[in-house]
């Protein structure tokens, strides 16, 4: 499974709706300093909700809408919702038709050999809102979650390696990339439901 194309509309420096292609084997965004690329995996972590707020960097969930003023001090006029989807290629199976029927609550999914995740927020006067859908069926995070687990994408996995997250691991002690590895290894799991079993 990959991802075939991410389409951010109204999120971070994405004012208009833009398209962003992926391939299957190697993909290089290139720009100058601020000019967006970053933001583009922050829409994913954003979208498949892998991430918390701070992880891509926002203070709250609003301040990822696009706001034109946002390098100035007035806020200025934006748009009161953003939104990120991403385009899985499920083409080679790694998911099946029962495993993502069964994340949308419903038999209608469409095709499943194309899967898309999509991630809105809504900010209204005094509250924002929060919606994620699965090939166009509303769903809830938890069932994102389920369903890119079953693909092996979890927030705890390395699927995504940050800027700066290199350097956070050569300056690890010993200890600390120990648990990398365990997390990676799969071990770590086990450890968190023998806690949980312990404490229960
Ligand atoms: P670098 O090469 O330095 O890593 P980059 O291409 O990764 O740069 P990003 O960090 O993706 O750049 O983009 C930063 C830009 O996004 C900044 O100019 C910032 O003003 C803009 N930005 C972030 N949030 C918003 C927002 N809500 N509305 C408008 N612009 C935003
Ligand atoms: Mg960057």
Known sequence: MHITEVVLDGFKSFGRTTRIPFYEDFTVVTGPNGSGKSNII???LFALGLARTRGIRAQKLTDLIYNPGHDGDEAGDGPTEASVTVVLSNEDGTLDRSQVVSAAGTENVGDVSEITIKRRVKETEDNYYSYYYLNGRSVNLSDVRDLLAAAGVTPEGYNV?????????INMTPYQRRGIIDEIAGVAEFDEKKEAAYEE
Not at 161 to 169: A, F, K, L
């Open 42 to 44: 922050d829409g994913v």
């Open 161 to 169: 390696v940050m800027q700066g997250d290199v350097t956070e691991i």
